[in-house]
């Protein structure tokens, strides 16, 4: 089993920044691939960001590229989101997820992961 841990999200003006964290327990094999996903009330979760922890591959969504940066530390069990320049269409609740394995076009879909953190919450006022 894995468990997931979000924290650092809160609330911003527009063209600041946040960094979220993901603490992770468990099987690190089980982690090898992460992501954050993002969801508002009423609309699908969506792909923002993904690490491949062997690697360091990165795979990002058009909305965030140039301004999010996904990184994790394997020493730490921790993966990170840094947000910069945010918007109010960032505004979110962001969740980390992870899984052993996930096919590379899958990487921004929330059904080829399998553990998920409870989430943090991303508010960006205008």
């Known amino acids: 089993q894995v468990q997931l841990v979000e924290s650092g999200g809160g609330s911003v003006q527009a063209g600041g920044s946040l960094r979220l964290s993901c603490a992770t327990s468990?099987?690190?094999?089980?982690?090898?691939?992460m992501a954050w996903f993002r969801q508002v009330p009423g609309k699908e979760r969506e792909g923002v960001a993904a690490?491949?922890?062997?690697?360091?591959?990165?795979y990002y969504a058009d909305s965030v590229k140039g301004r999010f940066t996904i990184s994790r530390d394997n020493a730490k069990n921790t993966m990170y989101l840094q947000m910069n320049s945010l918007k109010p269409e960032d505004t979110a609740m962001y969740y980390c997820?992870?899984?052993?394995?996930?096919?590379?076009?899958?990487?921004?879909?929330?059904?080829?992961?399998?553990?998920w953190g409870q989430g943090t919450q991303v508010t960006v006022s205008s």
């Open positions: 997820t992870a899984d052993s394995w996930v096919r590379q076009e899958n990487l921004l879909r929330d059904d080829g992961y399998k553990f």
């Open positions: 690490i491949y922890r062997l690697e360091g591959y990165t």
């Open positions: 468990g099987y690190p094999s089980n982690t090898y691939y």
